[in-house]
């Protein structure tokens, strides 16, 4: 099936660097959304994308739709032990058909 | 309070023994959604509904069936669960789209021996 790639697929960082992880394809999707996962817990999403060369920030959090809609990156800015857990893309051609996962970015921060 | 809930949330059982894994929403959402999580290999959609008697296959559909009778049930079901199978499992609805916050439900976490 369709594939995201997502990297790194972990992170060990201290606290206060910034955080940078992306999701490639071969295919071009139209929605973009990033989630965090916390040990035990669903996903829950921090930022959707659905335009091609979109910037969204949400707090730390500031996300990009790529210009070629093969792509997007999540930056988390000085980061804090609470930033930790994994951090999912994913991607849609319809906002309401199929969803497709990356593997997951892991990331450890440490006080 | 919104919420996905899901049941059981842990089953241990046998090749070939038919069983499913309920899913209810409170939040009248139309999308709903299956996924299992596997290490190393992220979430993958297993069906989707779009609304009451609309589903459509996700990415990882082989043996597994789902029905939407009503909008906010949404049963997964293994008809002849493999080992291949063992995973964690969640269910989510959304309002309109997956854009919108996706509500997830708290995993069920399954083995077939």
Redesign the interface.
């Known amino acids: 099936g369709q594939q995201l790639n997502q990297s790194p697929q972990s992170m060990f960082i201290q606290e206060g660097e910034d955080v940078s992880m992306n999701c490639t394809s071969s295919s071009i999707f139209n929605t973009w959304l990033w989630y965090k996962q916390d040990p035990g817990e669903g996903p829950v999403l921090l930022i959707a994308l659905y335009k091609a060369g979109e910037l969204t920030s949400n707090g730390r959090l500031t996300a990009q739709f790529g210009i070629t809609r093969k792509d997007s990156f999540l930056n988390i800015s000085a980061s804090i032990p609470s930033d930790v857990g994994i951090y999912f893309c994913a991607a849609t051609r319809n906002q309401g058909g199929k969803l497709i996962f990356g593997q997951g970015t892991e990331l450890s921060v440490k006080p | 309070e919104a919420q996905v809930t899901q049941n059981p949330r842990y089953l241990i059982t046998v090749t070939g023994k038919k069983l499913t894994v309920t899913c209810s929403q409170n939040m009248n959402h139309e999308?709903m959604?299956w996924?299992r999580q596997d290490p190393?290999?992220?979430?993958?959609?297993i069906y989707?509904s779009?609304n009451v008697e609309v589903t459509?296959?996700?990415?990882?559909p082989e043996g597994y069936k789902v029905s939407r009778k009503e909008k906010r049930n949404f049963p997964l079901i293994l008809e002849s669960p493999s080992p291949n199978q063992t995973s964690l499992y969640?269910c989510?609805s959304s309002g309109?789209?997956?854009?919108?916050?996706?509500?997830?439900?708290?995993?069920t976490r399954l083995l077939v021996l």
């Open positions: 999308y959604s996924y190393g290999l992220g979430l993958r959609q989707y779009m459509d296959k996700g990415d990882v969640f989510a309109t789209d997956w854009g919108e916050t996706q509500y997830f439900g708290p995993g």
